[in-house]
């Protein structure tokens, strides 16, 4: 029973493509999130969404644009990919939108951008 | 904007061993949560701590919050191989929902 999954978690794709990377969450919270770790390692939240609400939405180029058909499912949609773009892209969950909730971790995907 | 310091960037120590990891940040800290990472993984929850001197303990894994020195340190007790991993503390200095992450610590342990 995976409580937080992300598809594919791995993508291997070339410079100027669109893709997308698809989070879902079993665990009935009310906040998902996309996080993006880079090759230094350190982990920066993109967006968040509250009840499919756009809550956060950190300094991320538009070619970046999330999107929640409910708030059991938060995707995120790259497009003309750059290699800096390439890095680890988290979703994480929590019950509701306050920094106090516990967050919970998809297992990520790991975007190469040739 | 909060920023989070983790020390040491780096970690090896023998199995058996006690370690501690540090945290500290630039900012009030109004709570403060540790993470597991391992590769491949997504980021495993350890605990939260959001009172002063708070310390809380998950198996052999305790973690304290000072306050005042705006840090946080865990420490590992008898370290066993199944720790190894990269230990990651985000912190939140109020508002809503965001969480600030450090760079974490990479620790290895050698049996």
């Known amino acids: 029973d995976t409580a937080v999954s992300q598809t594919p978690k791995y993508l291997v794709t070339q410079m100027g493509n669109d893709k997308s990377i698809k989070c879902e969450q079993n665990l009935g919270h009310d906040t998902m999130y996309w996080y993006k770790q880079d090759s230094k390692k350190f982990l920066k939240i993109m967006f968040s969404?509250?009840?499919?609400?756009?809550?956060i939405n950190e300094t991320v180029p538009n070619r970046f644009s999330p999107k929640s058909p409910d708030k059991a499912h938060l995707n995120l949609h790259i497009n003309s990919l750059e290699l800096g773009d390439s890095a680890v892209y988290f979703c994480?969950?929590?019950?509701?939108?306050?920094?106090?909730?516990?967050?919970?971790f998809g297992p990520g995907t790991r975007l190469l951008v040739l | 904007s909060q920023e989070l310091e983790q020390s040491p960037q780096s970690l090896i120590v023998q199995e058996g061993k006690n370690l501690t990891i540090n945290c500290t940040s630039s900012?009030?800290?109004?709570?403060l949560y540790w993470y597991k990472q391992k590769y491949g993984e997504g980021l495993i929850f350890l605990m939260m701590l959001q009172k002063g001197g708070e310390e809380k303990s998950h198996e052999k894994i305790t973690a304290k919050l000072d306050e005042k020195k705006q840090q946080s340190s865990l420490h590992i007790t008898a370290s066993q191989p199944s720790h190894a991993g990269i230990y990651l503390c985000g912190a939140f200095s109020g508002g809503y929902q965001k969480v600030t992450f450090g760079i974490g610590t990479k620790l290895q342990v050698i049996p």
């Open positions: 969404y509250n009840n499919k609400e756009l809550i």
């Open positions: 900012k009030t800290l109004y709570g």
């Open positions: 994480a969950s929590s019950q509701v939108g306050r920094a106090q909730e516990t967050q919970y």
